[in-house]
């Protein structure tokens, strides 16, 4: 079995290379909930409902979220009434958060349900939400006095509504250590042959995760079985807001910056070919580094690149 630590859009591209490579059955994937939120009075879980659609050959490949040739005809309708409708929800996905939100009010948990729809839309790797618990994501920026604080914006209000535009003055999970890891996390990563970090935001997606109790100490306890991979190529992140929280936490924006965080974590780290000029560093924190074709920009290039970090783990 292979364990992987997974956001939403980078995450699930890697992961639909990573079925290809191996049996599906075999791949857990363990999805950040940093970013959860209601509206609407409807609970959506951005992440794992990515990683789900992306498994079940429904996302769009070109957004990267929502389902293929969705429409917003509801979103549409809301906005008359004067509701905020800054949240992209198709018609489509809506039919999740309403079964998702159905089934948490009949007393299922987060990870019951994704497991639910999972298995509706045909999904035959296993999607574990990071926790059952309530974890949010918060942003602490320069943005105005806001209800939530001195700028402190929820992560969707932070990169959808205002566009990541902020200055980032700091980054915290609230609720993530008190939040027990969902039924079968700690146990994938126990006993996975492998555990891949997934090129996802270091810090808003992989974050959480690591910020559960016990999951860090997993990792490192395993640190010869797991390999990172950078989500940033050549200095950049492919989409907002990798870049912006790197740097606003005072990070390098660079795979070198990526390979800090996890060097206690992880014995290879995957970089693209771009960056080969980063290896000796790499290698100086203790890191195995190894060089791909990071950018996935189809079927066979993301298969590529969970092959070639399975080789390199051995
Ligand atoms: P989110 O939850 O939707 O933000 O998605 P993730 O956290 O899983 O992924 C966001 C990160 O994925 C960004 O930093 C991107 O640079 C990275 N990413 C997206 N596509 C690619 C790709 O093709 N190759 C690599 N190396 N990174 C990618
Ligand atoms: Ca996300």
């Known amino acids: 079995m292979i364990a ?6 980078g995450g699930s591209r ?51 979220w929502g389902v293929r040739g969705d429409t917003f005809r509801w979103l549409e309708a809301m906005r008359r009434f004067g509701h905020e409708t800054w949240f992209q929800i198709g018609d489509r996905d809506l039919a999740t958060h309403l079964y998702r939100t159905r089934r948490l009010r009949e007393g299922a948990t987060p990870s019951q349900v994704a497991g639910e729809l999972a ?16 974890v ?7 943005a105005p006095r806001l209800p939530t604080g ?7 209000r932070y990169l959808v509504q205002r566009g990541a ?56 306890s395993r640190r010869d079985r797991v390999a990172g991979v950078s989500p940033i190529v050549a200095g950049r992140s492919l989409r ?20 800090r965080l996890y060097r206690d974590l992880a014995r290879v780290f995957v970089l693209d070919r771009e960056d080969a000029g980063l290896t000796p560093a790499v290698r100086e924190l203790g890191l195995e580094p190894v ?19 399975l080789e390199a783990l051995g």
Request: hydrophobic letters at 45%; proline letters at 8%; a negative charge.
């Open 4 to 9: 992987v630590l997974s956001g939403g859009v």
């Open 14 to 64: 890697f992961l639909q290379g990573l079925v290809r490579v191996v049996p599906p059955e075999e791949v857990v994937a363990i999805v950040n909930t940093g970013d959860d939120e209601e509206f609407f009075g409807l609970y959506v879980s951005p992440d794992p409902d990515i990683v789900t659609y992306a498994l079940g050959g429904i996302v769009d490949e070109e957004r990267g």
């Open 119 to 134: 298995e509706r839309l045909g999904v035959r790797a296993r999607v574990l939400p990071m926790s059952d618990g309530r």
């Open 136 to 142: 949010r994501t918060v942003v602490e920026t320069e």
């Open 150 to 156: 001195r700028g402190a914006l929820p992560f969707q």
């Open 165 to 220: 535009r902020d200055r980032v003055l700091g980054l915290r999970f609230e609720g993530a250590g008190g939040a027990r890891p969902a039924p079968g996390v700690l146990e994938a990563l126990r006993e996975a042959e492998f555990i891949l970090i997934a090129p996802s935001d270091p810090l808003a997606s992989i974050g959480p995760i690591l910020a559960l109790p016990g999951v860090r100490e997993a990792l490192a």
């Open 240 to 259: 907002p807001p990798a870049a912006e929280l790197l740097a606003g936490l005072g990070h390098e924006v660079s795979a070198l910056g990526v390979a």
């Open 291 to 309: 060089m791909a074709d990071t950018i996935m920009r189809d079927a066979a290039a993301k298969e590529a690149l969970a092959r070639a970090t």
